[in-house]
């Protein structure tokens, strides 16, 4: 059965990898549609990554070493984190490597190394997008805390397969406190991401940027590298959703080739559906002024807090 | 030497022996830099190696006694070692090695003290710490306590020409008394009655609730005082700055910690069984520590401000974690009461471990460059980089990042405040899963806080030519910084080994026990059954093999090839190193977040000015509200006593005599 | 945990969804929109007090639900819309604390009414007693966003809110108040309408805007 397994593991991390920027491509194009304009190729994100690594990558003088790994350990640390993730099956051998509280501590870890990467250049845009990321992630980290916390009270544990399987395998009921924490934690996707109402993926106006900013001096492979693992991190939090929330589907338990074809198709079909839903989201809602931001990510700390209280007291 | 002297705890005594002799030896050639810096301090070094060795294998040993006929006749002085005793004296023992051998490269002639009378009180001070771990009775305790506090009096006014120094130095002094005065008051309260003050007699004394809570309350005060407890954090931020930067690792990175075992000793050995709202207490001066700490952290400009104010941060987590304990105690969930306990007791390690690192790196700035203010420092990472990589791994470590250790007692905590609900009690039971979010937010707040510190003193430009020929450290200062770095990873990648050696003091203290799971050797996994699991080696291997892969990879597909450019910037062009962001810009959005928090004076500049100024002077609410009135009420009682200084001898001796009439007359 | 039946969970759901009005109406700075919120807390509260009604039997609760429609989904939004255009007041921006700590209160507020409601939960019989906490939560909320507001509309509707709130509690505690009752309750609010609609009047006529802070000039000079 452990050959299975590592089968598995295999899988789901080249599935994720595949499926990041398709998935970017995808919101992108439902964006597109939304907004009445013609869409893009679902293709062209993984055109862009290639395109960048032919090119020679041209590094400001005045950067260090930390600048140049930075894209290296930031994708790495993203393609781990899809590794531990149960998005297509709950049976990963590197399922218990790390807990949610854990891999919440990981995209914290890729967050500071970007944070300082674009500190090294000492230019003034790269420090204001640093600033601005750590306060986006001061005030999303609570509120996903609160998130992962409601999903372990139903389950008693922060592991996020075995969250995934006594939800999966419970009897439906509706459920007012994972509503509250589903719509905190869709917030909490968006501000960790650089989706609409924080920040805006599709800007380059200096003042308003937050994640762009931070790339601003990276070019090339390096670029690429950074902007595949920016489309594995939105996946990454899309799968952590889906097992957090919509478990269905996933294989549980041991299982064999067609139960992980079929957990496969499933994840594809979540990723279609979620990707319409982040388009909407986006279309429908303006970007925030900066200061605006505690506002939003207090109000997704509000509503998880909410599930917590509502939990307690009506026990659903 | 040590091989003959068969238990850890003779081990011990022997080991700080030994450190007093190497300070007393420092006398012998008083100016000599080379004999102290060269020999001495290495030597310290070696002993603190030692007894961290000897604790370790103390902890596992059963308790030991001992009588020592010191001190005054017929109140010899009982020396105890216990689980709880050797976890903390395997942090003094493992952070002085580091910090001694730092210190070793770091004394310059011609600062202050004479390098003698500095290794003196610097050995002094290492030792009494150890006795207060070691102390079994009230007078040993407090004689050991004093010590400690005199000793590091001495060693943050090593500069006592400046005013400033001499200034927090004697705040610290002030501060370090009235915390002293709670603790022996908690003591008497402790005897109930029996008069006796060995350690044995309080555990065997019963006490009423109220008595018991009334000792458990003067304990608070008394070691929050020395750990930096809100409200009674004032001295911390001024003494840290003022010390020569290995006291101020020693400072915050091991007494700090000896204020916390005072506490655990008291509550979890001293006071018997705690009753669980106690608990309350320290959790939220805790939570409310973590988070007024690490917000004025974030707005400091002196980088060993900043870092005193982080301390306090983590001391109010620690503080939470010893109320979070007391409550799962006293309901009755001893599984989780260890776990809260353990998770204090390797936070306690982690912190050591990983301020002493900062701050040791912060010395290294501050000789070559002269400059504690961040807004003058920048791009020191090309010109020390041992200094700078191994400083990144304490920035990493502190701001709570997997896999470096600050994480795991993090991750420790937030287990044990995920079953928080349990508490059959209504209001607790939903206040404190919400107060595991701001355990959180002060966790994501130290992120904050740490790329601040390290992207503005590092990376970038230098902001000033004072910055730009600073040099690397020496090997001994590397020695240290490498021994402290390498304990921030190895502690982060073998949790799975040291829980269970932390939980041997829960379990000695009758606080709970963690059962042995069947977790495989590289993963964590803290309570049986709940299938929670943190296994950072395997996540790091991972991460590693990614990374290689990845840039074998590329190397293989594309090509290497690198070009150094200009910055780009937007295409802006004319750059230079003022227009970075400052550490006042970097703390920004924290001040306008958390204004309440702030006593704030903006001077704004008018448009129209041709040369403009901005200054902000970010004071302290809490002194202003408290202190400084208390202060100001001191003074004016003290100057109409001044009233009766006359001068005149003959008005002196009318005053004693008036006083003994009095007395007189009253007693007959 | 066993499964509660589907009846009970959807009450549960239209429970939590009050209590999100509430903090929905904290938080809404636009009169206007504060009206509508109002008007869809009528509606779960309506959608409830049906619901409850065909699972215990219970004549009189069709009735109160029809009370609830005709009167906090209709008409009363309807009057204070009509309020706020003849009045031309569509903003409350100034109001005492900012929205972010406003919530923050509220959420310690919610666990104040929780922690209150459970021995009383305790004692109730009713199906629904789980419940009664998040009736005491909308009552203690609609009082949070009266005390934070300036403007004498949006006083009126948190007071509007807070009798929602009642209404729930009585509803889920014990199946409703006796139908008397609810009748004069019913006829106090509407009275009340009537009165504060004219008294706005009144106000904006002696200081030409709708500010409460402009009533603390009515006490005497010494």
Redesign the interface.
Known sequence: MMTIEWFTQFLAVAAALAAAPLFLGWVNQCRAWLQNRRAPSVLLVYRGIRKL??K???????A?R?F?FTP??V???M??AA??IPSVSTRLP?G????A??LV??F??A??FM??AA??????????G???E??V??????????VI?VA??IS????LP?ISERLAT??L?????L??TGVAFTMVLLAENARIPIDNPATHL?LTMIHEAML??YSA?HLA?LEWAAALKLLNYACIGFALFLPWGAAMGEAGPPALLTAVAFLALKLLVAGVALALIETLSAKLRV?RA??FL??A??FA??G???H????? | MIANLGSPLSAALALLCAWVVIGLAGLLRPMSLVFAGRTLFPLGAACGLALALAALLGIAAPTAHLTLPIGLPDLPMHVRCDALSCVFLCILGATSAGVSLFGAGYFRSGQGAPPGLLCLQYHLFLASMGFVLLADDAYGFMVAWETMALSSYFLVTTQHRIEEIRRAGFLYLLMAHLGAIAILLCFGVLQGGSWQFSFDAMRSAQLSPPRAGVALLLALVGFGAKAGLVPLHVWLPEAHPAAPSPVSALMSGVMLKVAVYGMLRVAFDLLGGPLWWWGLLPVSLGLFTALYGIVFAAAQTDMKRLLAYSSVKNIGILFTGIGLAIVFHGVGRPQLAALALVAVLYHSVNHAFMKSLLFLGTGVVLHSTGERNLGRL??L??RMPWVAWLT?VGT?AI????PLNG?VSE?LL??AF?FA?EVPHTFV??LL??G???V??T???S??V???F???VF???PREAAAAPAHDAGSLERGGLLWLASGCVILGLLPAQIVPVLARVAEQLHVGRLLPNGAPWW?LVPLQG???????L??SC???A??LL??WV?RL???Q??????????G?GR?D?R???TAE??G??IR??FEPFFAMQRQLPSPFDPAPRYRVVIGDRIWNAAYAPLGALVQRIADAFAALQQGRIASYLLYGFITLIVLLALVL | ?T??P?VL??L??L???L??LS?AML?QRRVVTLVNLLALQGAVLCAATLLLAWRTGEAHLYFSAALTLCLKVAFLPWLLHRLIRRLGVYWDTDTLLD??GT??V??LV??FA?GL?QPISALASTATR??V??AVAVILLAFLTMITRRKAMSQVVGFLSMENGLFFGAMSATYGMPMIVELGVALDVLVAMLVLGVFFFQIREQFDSLDLEHLQSLKEDR
């Not at chain 1, 008693?156 to 592991?159: C, I, L, R, S, V």
């Not at chain 1, 307690?312 to 659903?316: R, Y």
């Not at chain 2, 090839?561 to 937007?570: F, G, K, Q, T, Y």
């Open positions: 690594f032919h020679d990558a041209a590094v400001a003088e005045p260090s930390l140049i290296y350990i994708f790495g640390t393609v781990v590794a531990i590197f218990t490597a790390a807990d509280i854990a501590g990981l914290a870890t967050r500071v944070s300082l500190m090294d250049i000492g230019t003034a845009f790269g420090s204001m640093a600033r601005r750590m306060m992630g001061f005030l999303a980290e609570p509120a996903l805390l609160m916390f372990s009270l008693m544990t922060t592991a075995v419970q009897a009921t509706l459920s007012p406190s509503a509250f200096e601003l001096e492979r590298l200061f505690p506002q207090a109000t700390y509000l807090s909410l917590l209280l509502v307690l007291l009506l026990g659903a | 920048g791009g990472i090309h990144l990493l701001a709570g990042l997997p994480f991750w937030l287990q995920l609900f039971n939903m899963p919400l595991a979010g701001l959180a937010l966790g994501a707040l992120g904050y740490m790329v601040k390290f992207g503005v990376l970038g430009k993963m709940r299938q929670a699991s943190y296994a950072p395997v996540f991972a991460v590693v990614v990374v990845t840039i590329v597909l594309y090509h090839r690198i070009r150094r450019v200009a910055p780009w910037d937007c802006f750059l190193a227009m970075q962001d810009g970097f920004q959005p306008h977040l | 945990m499964a509660q589907f969970q959807i549960n759901a429970a939590a969804l209590l999100l903090f938080a929205t972010t919530m923050l509220g959420l919610v666990v929780f409601a789980s419940a906490g998040i």
